[in-house]
């Protein structure tokens, strides 16, 4: 049995990191695991409240208001598992996720296995089971439950993704030019898929997440722009990325997204990653389906 470490980006999470945190040590159904929290930059307390209340069975790490990318490589830099799950703050687990999750990973051709995810407000009631594009925007839509199980879906989204370290350490883990919040979890999803890695959603466990109205701090809409154009322009085709690029125009923070790519590494990691995928976007989009 593979060792995990569970890690959780955190800002701002309040009652509901405690809360997470304490499902996890409780009911988890897996022989060798730890926790680390990756708390970055929280103000209201959440980090303090989790070392008070777990002390040395969970161990808090700080981050200077990094994002959602930095936040979790951080913590995967503390972590000590040969597999790392990484897990939103505001999450509620089944006693068998863990062991059902690292149980895909046995295979070296699967880089990523994520859980059906259900709304912690409602119950399993459409639970999605990994995610796919729905259009030139590179907005999300759920996918059902297609059998019991695990099998290739195009996306996991972020809220729960589990890796071997090897790997993550390989492709370098979630994209740290990427800003505060947005588009980091889909971006390595495609990355795996196009380095030759298969992204599977096992749906024996339901992890169920707290889907927030809002965030509990402010969300740029040129930040999250930008990671969307920033992903296409690292791995789409000229065609595709003009489409992505073209959705993106009415947008009133357009001239402050592409001045923000303009001035970033986008073009030189494009440039590195070509040199090692295996895949390019048109076999990714023949597989799924296009709908970019």
Same mark, same amino acid.
């Given at each position: 049995?593979?060792?995990?470490?569970?890690?959780?980006?955190?800002?701002?999470?309040?009652?509901?990191?405690?809360?997470?945190?304490?499902?996890?040590?409780?009911?988890?159904?897996?022989?060798?695991?730890?926790?680390?929290?990756?708390?970055?930059?929280?103000?209201?307390?959440?980090?303090?409240?989790?070392?008070?209340?777990?002390?040395?069975?969970?161990?808090?790490?700080?981050?200077?208001?990094?994002?959602?990318?930095?936040?979790?490589?951080?913590?995967?830099?503390?972590?000590?598992?040969?597999?790392?799950?990484?897990?939103?703050?505001?999450?509620?687990?089944?006693?068998?996720? +863990?062991?059902?999750? @690292?149980?895909? &990973?046995? %295979?070296?051709?699967?880089?990523? *296995? =994520?859980?059906?995810?259900?709304?912690? !407000?409602?119950?399993?009631?459409?639970?999605?089971?990994?995610?796919?594009?729905?259009?030139?925007?590179?907005?999300?839509?759920?996918?059902?439950?297609?059998?019991?199980?695990?099998?290739?879906?195009?996306? +996991?989204?972020?809220? @729960?993704?589990? &890796?071997? %370290?090897?790997?993550?350490?390989? *492709? =370098?883990?979630?994209?740290?030019?990427? !800003?505060?919040?947005?588009?980091?979890?889909?971006?390595?999803?495609?990355?795996?898929?196009?380095?030759?890695?298969?992204?599977?959603?096992?749906?024996?466990?339901?992890?169920?997440?707290?889907?927030?109205?809002?965030?509990?701090?402010?969300?740029?809409?040129?930040?999250?722009?930008?990671?969307?154009?920033?992903?296409?322009?690292?791995?789409?085709?000229?065609?595709?990325?003009?489409?992505?690029?073209?959705?993106?125009?009415?947008?009133?923070?357009?001239?402050?997204?592409?001045?923000?790519?303009?001035?970033?590494?986008?073009?030189?990691?494009?440039?590195?990653?070509?040199?090692?995928?295996?895949?390019?976007?048109?076999?990714?989009?023949?597989?799924?389906?296009?709908?970019?």
């Amino acid at each position: 049995m593979m060792s995990v470490s569970v890690v959780i980006p955190a800002f701002n999470e309040g009652a509901y990191l405690v809360d997470t945190v304490e499902r996890i040590l409780d009911v988890t159904d897996h022989d060798a695991f730890d926790v680390v929290v990756a708390d970055d930059g929280s103000t209201d307390g959440s980090g303090e409240r989790v070392e008070r209340r777990f002390g040395p069975h969970v161990r808090v790490v700080r981050g200077g208001e990094l994002g959602v990318s930095g936040a979790r490589n951080l913590g995967a830099q503390q972590a000590e598992g040969e597999v790392l799950v990484f897990l939103d703050g505001h999450s509620y687990v089944q006693p068998d996720w +863990l062991t059902l999750l @690292c149980a895909p &990973l046995e %295979r070296p051709e699967v880089g990523m *296995v =994520g859980p059906g995810l259900a709304d912690l !407000r409602r119950g399993d009631r459409n639970a999605g089971y990994g995610a796919a594009w729905s259009g030139a925007a590179l907005g999300m839509v759920w996918l059902p439950r297609h059998c019991d199980d695990p099998y290739p879906v195009p996306l +996991l989204p972020g809220a @729960c993704q589990a &890796l071997r %370290r090897a790997d993550f350490e390989r *492709v =370098g883990g979630y994209d740290d030019g990427m !800003r505060r919040w947005g588009s980091e979890d889909l971006e390595l999803s495609l990355r795996l898929w196009l380095l030759g890695l298969e992204l599977l959603v096992q749906p024996k466990t339901l992890v169920h997440h707290l889907f927030r109205d809002r965030q509990t701090y402010r969300v740029d809409p040129a930040q999250v722009g930008y990671n969307r154009l920033r992903l296409a322009l690292l791995h789409f085709g000229a065609e595709r990325s003009a489409r992505v690029i073209d959705a993106h125009k009415p947008v009133a923070e357009f001239a402050q997204m592409m001045l923000w790519l303009l001035y970033s590494d986008t073009l030189r990691r494009r440039e590195r990653f070509l040199e090692v995928r295996h895949h390019d976007d048109d076999w990714y989009f023949a597989r799924f389906g296009d709908h970019v």
